[in-house]
């Protein structure tokens, strides 16, 4: 598997986790070490049935993700609020688009090793893999704005 492939699962896994640590209350290292050891192992299946693995995730890039959503989750929030229409709250959000944004932000933010492009056509997917409606659109919008913010210069 490609690293690009690998950090796809990453990203997908990060999403999860960091939605079942807001829907849990779970702390990070607890859910990091949860996909360590019961996650990575189980096939991701797709229409055929058959699918990637989560233990061809980068893994190393997916404890980033989520260690860094948190440790940043201030100004992470603060950049996606920032670039939210009149009236909508971060709060107010689908938990699963909130986890995709937040994990989308971070990256723009602090891995400027991944280029903005990659970032944002990478959740978008995402998005598409949970959403058959406007969330897409929504998440492409939201972290255009982000990046924009960003990764300026």
Do not use: C
Request: proline share 3%; charged share 30%.
């Amino acid at each position: 598997m490609s690293t690009r492939q690998a950090r796809s699962v990453a990203r997908l896994a990060a999403v999860q986790a960091l939605y079942q640590m807001e829907v849990s209350s779970a702390g990070a290292e607890t859910v990091i070490r949860e996909f360590a050891d019961h996650r990575f192992d189980r096939a991701l299946p797709d229409e055929t049935g058959e699918g990637p693995t989560l233990a061809a995730a980068d893994e190393g890039f997916f404890a980033d993700l989520v260690r860094g959503v948190v440790k940043h989750q201030k100004g992470v929030d603060a950049a996606i609020a920032r670039r939210l229409a009149t009236g909508w709250r971060l709060e107010r959000i689908d938990a699963t688009v909130r986890a995709i944004l937040r994990s989308g932000a971070y990256e723009l933010a602090h891995r400027d090793d991944v280029p903005t492009e990659v970032v944002i056509d990478e959740y978008v997917e995402l998005a598409k893999s949970f959403f058959e409606g406007t969330e897409p659109g929504f998440v492409n919008g939201a972290l255009d704005a982000v990046a924009q913010d960003v990764r300026r210069g």
